[in-house]
């Protein structure tokens, strides 16, 4: 996450040479001077070097200042004719040479402004899809990204030999300078207009989005899907429904994923699934989906909708979490016709919120994703704290996050303690994308952190854990080199999953990370990597927000605290948030801490051990049986009674109503 100067220094700069640039390209064209113009051109086409290259936040604000690529290259054309026009050679011949110039250039970028568009139409299926074949839509290769991505800010930038010819022409009279840079750059649009044309050619015989969508039916009636998991959402939201993928696999029946965003289906995780993306509502509820009797819905999104009004299934809310948040209580969940939840808590819960959520539609499954967490804690010379705040929220009601009122004074309380212990930092990822004084915290936090170091010497860096990463980021990052209807083809192939792949290698990964690392060196953690389980099994301590993060720890039974910011008694805040009754409660100047670390040096003097027992039962379930089995039962047994009341035969339960 960047500082906020950072971010305004990122556009301050090309602003101020843009501003000197335009400024010297006037005076160059009031004077009739070319060398002052000269210099303006270098300075503006190096600045729009610089917006392709780096400074993509730069263009945006410029773009809504009504300022973008267009309106800047016509400013520079029009100041270039001032500059013929105040000249002795005005009227002359290599003034309308570059005025034919303009024009001819003018028609060719219309023209490949054309084709470039009318080549996304052809190549943008109706649908994203993974580990589906897609070969019968006959999906060529790519167009090289050059030739599609940004174009006009790559066009509208070779006019540059013609206007270097034609400050040439100013200062030396000589009509050649002019010609010359003309062709060059008429020559370096219609190549790249003549490729496109041949792409557009060749890509004629891709399906059409009719044909795509009758290809999706065909799919669907041969793949019979039983479980369908859907999601919608934004594409910071995609974890939400990544933290399922694994359980769903798990599934003896056939599953399905669904998505509506194609921002998602990018960030969809690695997975072996069947992945079918379709964005607009109308091809979505167009599909039939055959024998599918549960939906499993990880978001409550307006979109849901459009799966929801599909009688054929029974609909599920399966959440991304549990925790005592407003959000787990969401009045929009009665929609559904079961509400699955990880324990006892989430069915007191509802009842308490008296959203219209009825007790016979809860069930009570566990959380399948909690399998990686360990009760132990990995040996080191010191005990190692997590600080894993949440985020902010949407609103500013006191006690959404302990990082803003707390945050600094819990690290330097940790970096303070004697004996040490070791500091893992590890935001919420949307940590400061509303608050100014979010995101100051978190800066002042990886500062205190980055200034505590570390006594011992630095390990030396592992070959193979850079190895790891680079593969591990292939397979998590999007070939930009290809397009979306190339990657759904290519990901339909025979053996183009790579979810075991990356499930074996991020193991490792883990192992290494953590094994590369002092018992005193402090991390901050961001990214998808060390994951949030992961810095559980290393930590001895957690101390975070009411969150489902509290919930999911609690699986460890290890000893947990929570920043009480909410300005009520311990009492009172125990009261409103079951998930703090084992937890110790610190208060915004870190006081309680001690007590927390006590706990944690001496577990013999830990006053919650019971407590959290209990409160790990309560949130999450038994242990046994297994919380993947518990979840794949109430799968099938849902799936069973829907059958039985929609058969394949009478789908939409006429049999049932007329009965």
Known sequence: MSAPHEENESVLAPFLAYGFGYFLLLIGALLASPAPFALGLALCYGTEVLLMVRAS???????QLRFGITSRALLRQLLLLGLLADGALAGGTGFWWVLICFALLFGLQF??????????????????????????????????RALVHDVMARLLLLDLPLLAGAVAYTATGAVAAVAVGGAVSLAA????????LRQLVRDRGIASSAEAMEYAQRWLDSYRPEVVLYFSGSADSAYQVNMWLEAVRALPRRSLVVLRERAVAAQLAATPLPVLCVPASTDLMALDFGPARVALYPANTGK?????????????????????KIASVNPFSKVYDEVWTAGRAGRDRYALAAVGVRDETIVEVGRPQLSPVRPDTAPRSRPTVLYAPTWEGWTDEPGNTSLIEAGPAIVRALLAAEPGVRVIYKPHPFTGIRSAAARAAHRRITELLAAAGSAAPARPASPRLAELETRLNAIDTLDESVDEAQRSRDAGRPGASDADEAAELTAEWHRLFWESKADDEHLVVQGPRPSLYSCFNESGLLISDISSVVADFVSSGKPYAIANCEGVTDEEFRAEHPTSGAAFLLAPDAGGLDEALDAVREPGGDRFADARLRLREYLLGPDLPPSQERFAAAVDDLYERTARLRPLDDPAGLHERAA
Do not use: E, W
């Not at 909708?305 to 991304?320: E, K, T, W, Y």
């Open 304 to 324: 849901n909708i459009h799966m929801l009004r599909n009688p054929q299934m029974r609909h599920v809310f399966i959440g991304h979490g549990d925790s005592d």
């Open 57 to 63: 936040r730069a263009a945006k604000v410029l773009s």
């Open 189 to 196: 649009t219609l190549v790249p207009s003549a490729l496109l």
């Open 111 to 144: 023209c490949y402004g054309y084709l470039a568009r009318r080549l996304r139409s052809v190549r943008r299926l109706p649908v994203v899809t993974r580990n589906i074949d897609l070969g019968p839509l006959r999906v060529t290769d790519a167009p090289p």
